[in-house]
């Protein structure tokens, strides 16, 4: 357990340390969130989270593999680059789109290019454990349920990004428990790979917490989705655990739901599903009379409750 808390407490204290330069660096370069009617905040707060979460994530992991040789433990060093890379062009896509703006199809473009990297590293969802049979091979449709999972989660993450602090907790709840899961599968990378994401995301809501000082950006919010999607795929998907299927989806349950209630209900109304609107579970609890502080706090008792589930279904198997 060394390894992992040493990577944990790397990627918090440096995404701690990294956050207030991240926030300076925002202002320089006018990468800020002004205030609208959609909204929630009155205030223009710097948007550049991200950066402070990627150098953190980063440093950590690179900690870890050092640590990790040093202890003689055999990690899937290709793996963890090849996700490491891809989740890389995705910290590069929110940064654009923080700083200049992309339109929706220029980020799923962004997006489709990452999840390629991740499959290219060997990272598929190859097969599908189930009660009956053991094993059902995917065959054929394993990439594009791949690229489906990674974007998906991805813009789960990116889109329930509406309040402060719900975006890098949900992250962290989610990552944790996806942790104590690759444990449990021995999946070493993934589970570096998660324990930085925790630590890099417990060390920025100590600045994004109600009331933000700075807000995660697309380069954050991409980013985090990422890791969750990918390192997911390793750590839970490609095992023989019977429950595989149904882990993550829990664990990610209320991002996924309200993702797939936004791009319905866009849908329904004949409008763009990447449109932005003010129908998210968490405008819900606003307009419910709930303050941001307990919508937030709400929020991430469901996901702890989901994920506490999950990894009690995963230690039964």
Same mark, same amino acid.
């Given at each position: 357990?060394?390894?992992?808390?040493s990577t944990f407490l790397t990627a918090l204290f440096?995404?701690?340390?990294?956050?207030?330069?991240?926030?300076?660096?925002?202002?320089?370069?006018?990468? !800020?969130?002004?205030?609208?009617?959609?909204?929630?905040?009155?205030?223009?707060?710097?948007?550049?989270?991200?950066?402070?979460?990627?150098?953190?994530?980063?440093?950590?992991?690179?900690?870890?593999?050092?640590?990790?040789?040093?202890?003689?433990?055999?990690?899937?060093?290709?793996?963890?680059l090849g996700v490491v890379l891809a989740a890389s062009?995705?910290?590069?896509?929110?940064?654009?789109?923080?700083?200049?703006?992309?339109?929706?199809?220029?980020?799923?473009?962004?997006?489709?290019?990452?999840?390629?990297?991740?499959?290219?590293?060997?990272?598929?969802?190859?097969?599908?454990?189930?009660?009956?049979?053991?094993?059902?091979?995917?065959?054929?449709?394993?990439?594009?349920?791949?690229?489906?999972?990674?974007?998906?989660?991805?813009?789960?993450?990116?889109?329930?990004?509406?309040?402060?602090?719900?975006?890098?907790?949900?992250?962290?709840?989610?990552?944790?428990?996806?942790?104590?899961?690759?444990?449990?599968?021995?999946?070493?990378?993934?589970?570096?790979?998660?324990?930085?994401?925790?630590?890099?995301?417990?060390?920025?809501?100590?600045?994004?917490?109600?009331?933000?000082?700075?807000?995660?950006?697309?380069?954050?919010?991409?980013?985090?989705?990422?890791?969750?999607?990918?390192?997911?795929? !390793?750590?839970?998907?490609?095992?023989?655990?019977?429950?595989?299927?149904?882990?993550?989806?829990?664990?990610?349950?209320?991002?996924?739901?309200?993702?797939?209630?936004?791009?319905?209900?866009?849908?329904?109304?004949?409008?763009?599903?990447?449109?932005?609107?003010?129908?998210?579970?968490?405008?819900?609890?606003?307009?419910?009379?709930?303050?941001?502080?307990?919508?937030?706090?709400?929020?991430?008792?469901?996901?702890?409750?989901?994920?506490?589930?999950?990894?009690?279904?995963?230690?039964?198997?």
């Amino acid at each position: 357990m060394v390894l992992y808390i040493s990577t944990f407490l790397t990627a918090l204290f440096v995404t701690i340390v990294a956050t207030p330069m991240a926030s300076r660096i925002a202002q320089k370069i006018g990468a !800020v969130d002004h205030p609208s009617d959609r909204k929630i905040h009155t205030s223009i707060i710097p948007r550049l989270g991200g950066l402070a979460i990627f150098i953190g994530f980063v440093v950590a992991i690179l900690l870890s593999l050092m640590l990790a040789s040093a202890l003689g433990m055999q990690v899937d060093v290709r793996l963890i680059l090849g996700v490491v890379l891809a989740a890389s062009v995705m910290f590069l896509c929110g940064l654009v789109d923080d700083i200049k703006g992309l339109k929706p199809l220029q980020k799923l473009a962004w997006q489709g290019l990452a999840a390629g990297i991740v499959l290219l590293f060997g990272s598929e969802i190859t097969f599908i454990s189930n009660p009956f049979n053991g094993i059902f091979a995917l065959g054929f449709i394993g990439v594009p349920l791949t690229i489906f999972w990674l974007v998906g989660v991805t813009n789960a993450i990116n889109l329930i990004d509406g309040l402060d602090g719900l975006a890098a907790g949900v992250t962290a709840i989610s990552a944790a428990a996806l942790f104590f899961v690759a444990l449990r599968t021995h999946q070493i990378g993934a589970a570096l790979l998660l324990i930085s994401l925790t630590g890099a995301a417990v060390g920025f809501l100590r600045f994004n917490f109600f009331p933000a000082k700075i807000f995660l950006g697309d380069s954050g919010s991409l980013f985090l989705g990422f890791i969750l999607a990918a390192s997911s795929i !390793v750590g839970v998907f490609k095992t023989t655990l019977v429950v595989a299927l149904v882990i993550p989806v829990l664990i990610l349950g209320v991002p996924i739901f309200d993702t797939l209630f936004a791009i319905g209900r866009r849908l329904k109304d004949r409008r763009h599903p990447f449109e932005a609107d003010d129908k998210h579970i968490h405008h819900m609890f606003l307009r419910a009379g709930f303050s941001q502080r307990e919508t937030v706090l709400s929020i991430y008792i469901a996901c702890f409750l989901l994920s506490f589930s999950a990894v009690f279904l995963a230690l039964q198997r």
